[in-house]
T-cell receptor, first 119, second 109 residues
Framework: GAVVSQHPSWVICKSGTSVKIECRSL??????MFWYRQFPKQSLMLMATSNEGSKATYEQGVEKDKFLINHASLTLSTLTVTSAHPEDSSFYIC???????????????FGAGTRLSVL | KNEVEQSPQNLTAQEGEFITINCSYSVGISALHWLQQHPGGGIVSLFMLSSGKKKHGRLIATINIQEKHSSLHITASHPRDSAVYIC???????????FGTGTRLTIIP
């Protein structure tokens, strides 16, 4: 099946620094990528939807200047947590979708996630 | 009330037991997804279905569109099936997924 690689899997950083998380589709072109955040024992919360070559669409309550998303190519999207603070500590997951035609293309392939700890 | 509700929230069973996890939703959907999240956090998409039934190995997923209900069954459960199982739905014209809160399954050897 399709593979989505997310890197790093775990990162610890100091408060005030920025952290970049990469999400790559390894064997397909991802027209759309999604970024989720998950708190312990809670479900995934969609942060933003990113389409290749255009600005990301952020969900209500998500600060676009805080969580910078770039989707410069059909196989790579990045999430940068700027000026990280301890409350940004969470599990971040990306997913990628192949295309908009046909029901089967609506399947989202998930990355393994990145656990961010801000000290 | 959440748009997607799962039951039970937690389920512990002995190895070999037949497992059923339920998902009910309140909105019109284009597809329903079953996902598996292992303790490390990674998520695997198990099924996407819009009608009927799908089977993959020991996993079976069914959906009843009229009743807005889906079930995920695991036959001959094994400790490696221990994970959180998440139901999610997508709507026509909306590519976003709406997630249930998950069912934490623990299979005891």
């Amino acid at each position: 099946g399709a593979v989505v690689s997310q890197h790093p899997s775990w990162v610890i950083c100091k408060s005030g620094t920025s952290v970049k998380i990469e999400c790559r589709s390894l064997d397909f072109q991802a027209t759309t990528m999604f970024w989720y955040r998950q708190f312990p024992k809670q479900s995934l919360m969609l942060m933003a939807t990113s389409n290749e070559g255009s600005k990301a669409t952020y969900e209500q309550g998500v600060e676009k200047d805080k969580f910078l998303i770039n989707h410069a190519s059909l196989t790579l999207s990045t999430l940068t947590v700027t000026s990280a603070h301890p409350e940004d500590s969470s599990f971040y997951i990306c997913s990628a979708r192949q295309g908009a035609v046909g029901l089967a293309k609506n399947i989202q392939y998930f990355g393994a996630g990145t656990r961010l700890s801000v000290l | 009330k959440n748009e997607v509700e799962q039951s039970p929230q937690n389920l512990t069973a002995q190895e070999g037991e037949f497992i059923t996890i339920n998902c009910s939703y309140s909105v019109g959907i284009s597809a329903l997804h079953w996902l598996q999240q292992h303790p490390g956090g990674g998520i695997v998409s198990l099924f996407m279905l819009s009608s009927g039934k799908k089977k993959h190995g020991r996993l079976i997923a069914t959906i009843n569109i009229q009743e807005k209900h889906s079930s995920l069954h695991i036959t001959a459960s094994h400790p490696r099936d221990s994970a959180v199982y998440i139901c999610a739905v997508s709507s026509f014209g909306n590519e976003k997924l709406t997630f249930g809160t998950g069912t934490r399954l623990t299979i005891i050897p």
